[in-house]
């Protein structure tokens, strides 16, 4: 009985393999979504106008080909510009089979956009700064305890002055961590984006920052610092002293001392006698304050 099973699945297989032969040797018409590039050969100048992403290329040829060119030799149409004019025009009319990667039996049916206008103008340089997209969930009783880094901070960026001035940093790819409880390191890129508009380094990016369980850690008797007091006032906060319980990741409570809390009142805050003091406090990037105690203060001016 198990051979014959087996003999059933393979027949089943070579008939399988027989049917999506015949099948793919037949033409079928498709539309493909093919990225456009612009090559602007003179260095000192840029394309200043919007244009598509890419073009939308009706062809109808076989199933082999394909799936050649939706999985394996996906096609990019570069624009190369020798001489940067005044509205430039490429009629897409001009694309081949060759530029697609199709063979000569393939049959180009439409192109959209039939054109593309292009505008250049001077290119100048600009410093942005990379922000990270990450998606995160934390662990329960976990939080991030230090900033998000990013390495490097900035990137330069090229292009002309109207299309620069409306940038101001450049995002990562998207970066999905899900349940973190541990320090975070990794690698990643700018998103291709405005690639026909500016141009920059394609340097790796680094993202880095640490993920701590969450403790509690109580400290007595921390020093309240009163400060901008006036020189023609003398005065002094009472009391001067003041108990905490702080909430943050549990290595970075475990090796903090009470000399690198400040607990501190601004005088300029309270000008008026009714104003209740509420002390402000210097903590470590992700340490809070839950509690203190005392809870009120007062200025008193010494006679």
């Known amino acids: 009985m198990k051979k014959e099973y087996s ?3 393979i027949f089943v297989f070579i008939a399988f393999i027989f049917w999506g032969t015949i099948t793919l040797s037949d033409e079928y018409s498709v539309t493909l979504d093919v990225p456009i590039k612009i090559v602007v050969s003179e260095i000192n100048y840029a394309v200043e106008d919007n ?23 996906i096609p990019k149409i570069e624009i190369v510009v020798n001489e940067p004019v005044e509205n430039f025009i490429f009629h897409t009319s001009s694309i081949t089979n060759e530029q697609l990667g199709l063979s000569s039996n393939a049959k180009i049916i439409s192109i959209k956009p039939e054109r593309i206008k292009l505008n250049f103008n001077l290119s100048t340089e600009k410093k942005v700064k990379i922000y990270p997209r990450i998606v ?5 009783g976990y939080e991030i305890v230090t900033p998000i880094k ?57 993202i880095f920052f640490d993920v701590q369980q969450i403790a509690d850690r109580s400290f007595e008797n921390i020093p309240v610092e009163l400060i901008n007091v006036p020189k023609n006032k003398d005065l002094i906060l009472f009391p001067s002293y003041i108990d905490l319980k702080l909430r943050g990741g549990i290595k970075i409570l475990g090796t903090l001392s009470p000399d690198s809390i400040k607990a501190f009142v601004d005088y300029n805050k309270y000008l008026s006698d009714d104003d209740k003091i509420i002390p402000e406090f210097d903590l470590p990037y992700g340490v809070r304050v839950i509690e203190y105690f005392p809870k009120q203060f007062k200025l008193i001016e010494r006679k």
């Open 7 to 9: 003999i059933f699945i």
């Open 51 to 73: 244009i598509p992403d890419k073009f939308e290329i009706k062809v109808r040829t076989t199933g082999w080909e394909i799936l050649k060119l939706k999985y394996f030799q």
């Open 136 to 140: 995160y969930s934390l662990k329960e």
């Open 150 to 206: 990013v390495e490097p901070e900035t990137v330069i960026i090229k292009g002309t002055r109207r299309v620069l001035s409306q940038i101001d940093s450049l995002p990562t790819e998207t970066v999905q961590l899900p349940e973190l409880s541990e320090f975070v390191e990794l690698q990643t890129s700018l998103i291709d984006t405005l690639n026909n508009l500016i141009t920059y380094s394609k340097t790796p990016v680094k």
